[in-house]
Nanobody, 123 residues
Framework: EVQLVESGGGLVQAGGSLNLSCSIS????????IGWFRQAPGKELEGVSC????????YYADSVKGRFTISRDTANNTVYLQMNNLKPEDTAVYYCAAKRGRYSPSPYEYEYWGRGTQVTVSS
């Protein structure tokens, strides 16, 4: 069974940084994608960033380009989301999710989900 566990959330002032981790267990095969999604109160789930295991190709939402960086540590089965220059509008619960095959910014295509980690950015 595939399981994902997020960590690294917290409270930070605007302009600060956080590094989220997504620890992955279970077998996904050699071609899979990990996505980071977020949901703010009263808003829909939003695709933030994705990475594909095959080739390491990445996707970023326009709202986070230049500020967030997704990376992977294949030896430790962990995917990271480095978030710099955080803004109050980045406040949300952040989830990582997994799917087989190429990545997608749509959360509906992902099969496995973590429980989420809260990120709060104060102004």
């Amino acid at each position: 069974e595939v399981q994902l566990v997020e960590s690294g959330g917290g409270l930070v002032q605007a302009g600060g940084s956080l590094n989220l981790s997504c620890s992955i267990s279970g077998y996904l095969g050699d071609d899979y994608a990990i996505g980071w999604f977020r949901q703010a109160p009263g808003k829909e789930l939003e695709g933030v960033s994705c990475i594909r295991s095959r080739g390491g190709t990445t996707y970023y939402a326009d709202s986070v380009k230049g500020r967030f960086t997704i990376s992977r540590d294949t030896a430790n089965n962990t995917v990271y989301l480095q978030m710099n220059n955080l803004k109050p509008e980045d406040t949300a619960v952040y989830y990582c999710a997994a799917k087989r095959g190429r990545y997608s910014p749509s959360p509906y295509e992902y099969e496995y989900w973590g429980r989420g980690t809260q990120v709060t950015v104060s102004s």
